[in-house]
């Protein structure tokens, strides 16, 4: 036990070292034409050492949020107002999704046409009409992944209540920052780590490995080359679905971000009182009271 403490406080007193060390050196991690600096993200983007490095820079916000409840209010509107804006110009592609269906039904059904071609800007993009139908599973997933923090700072979730209702304010806050910390932030880290590696194995080859060494990736870094994944359920089905396994990285950032955001919002209304419910939260208006008051309950907001 002693010793993964003493571990533990080694990795989180380098990890200052490590962040400069990196901010110094893009070229040795972002030169992705370099297979050695390929493998050094592919490597560091699920380790140890990044683990530690965002612990320190959302702890010392944290703490400084402490001492400077602006600050940290501040931090809260630009995480909240970066969820929203990624939501809500993603939830646009349900009204695409919506589009394309009803283009392909009656393409499909009424005119018979075997295939669709798309060049908005002069460039012929021809598809089989499979291809089409089977890509409205692509955008059901950008919903999904991309509106997901969205949604939580909607209130848009639905809640199964057990004991939340029933304690006061305060316990009410600190029922969230204990969600967030032990619940929201373990969950989607160990997601993360598995959904990293699982989108570069459909990237590169040979596929990296999730146990594997810095050494032994750049040992393998000189027959490391690009081999996206490009294999359809169907012969003229849809072929991109590498994009699916960039989508649950991308769910992944924006839930650690929330859960995050989550813990100082409750933090500081546990702080600050009743008064403080809701501060600079911009939430979409339904335009109906009666709607607003029953999505209020649904969402275990009142």
């Given at each position: 036990m002693l010793d993964l403490i003493l571990w533990a406080l080694t990795e989180l007193v380098m990890a200052p070292?490590?962040?400069v060390t990196a901010l110094l050196s893009p070229a040795s991690w972002l030169d992705w034409s370099n297979p050695e600096s390929l493998s050094r993200f592919m490597y560091y983007g699920a380790s140890v050492e990044?683990?530690?490095?965002?612990?320190?820079?959302?702890?010392?916000i944290t703490v400084a949020g402490f001492f400077n409840r602006r600050f940290l209010w501040a931090c809260v509107r630009i995480q909240e107002g970066f969820a929203n804006a990624i939501g809500r110009t993603a939830a646009w592609v349900g009204l695409l999704?919506?589009?394309?269906?009803?283009?392909?039904?009656?393409?499909?059904?009424?005119?018979?046409?075997?295939?669709?071609?798309?060049?908005?800007?002069?460039?012929?993009?021809?598809?089989?009409?499979?291809?089409?139908?089977?890509?409205?599973?692509?955008?059901?997933?950008i919903v999904v992944t991309m509106c997901v923090t969205y949604t939580f700072v909607q209130g848009g979730h639905v809640r199964v209540d057990l004991v939340y209702s029933a304690v006061k304010f305060r316990t009410k806050k600190v029922l969230d920052m204990f969600g967030a910390m032990f619940f929201m932030l373990p969950v989607v880290t160990l997601t993360y780590m598995y959904a990293w590696f699982f989108m570069w194995r459909h990237l590169v080859v040979p596929n990296p490995s999730a146990s594997g060494t810095l050494e032994r990736m750049l040992m393998q870094s000189r027959a490391l080359r690009w081999n996206v994944e490009t294999i359809g359920f169907s012969p003229n089905g849809f072929n991109a679905y590498f994009l699916f396994k960039v989508l649950i990285v991308a769910y992944c950032v924006l839930?650690?971000?929330?859960?995050?955001?989550?813990?100082?919002?409750?933090?500081?209304?546990?702080?600050?009182?009743?008064?403080?419910?809701?501060?600079?939260l911009d939430r979409d208006y339904l335009g109906d009271d009666a709607e607003e008051i029953e999505h209020a309950i649904q969402s275990g907001s009142t």
């Open positions: 070292v490590n962040i990044l683990f530690f490095a965002l612990f320190f820079i959302f702890g010392a999704m919506v589009l394309q269906q009803v283009m392909i039904v009656f393409l499909q059904r009424i005119f018979r046409v075997p295939e669709i071609s798309m060049g908005p800007l002069g460039i012929a993009f021809t598809q089989d009409l499979s291809w089409w139908a089977e890509e409205l599973k692509l955008y059901n997933a839930v650690f971000l929330q859960a995050w955001s989550m813990f100082w919002r409750s933090y500081l209304e546990w702080k600050e009182g009743e008064t403080s419910e809701a501060k600079y």
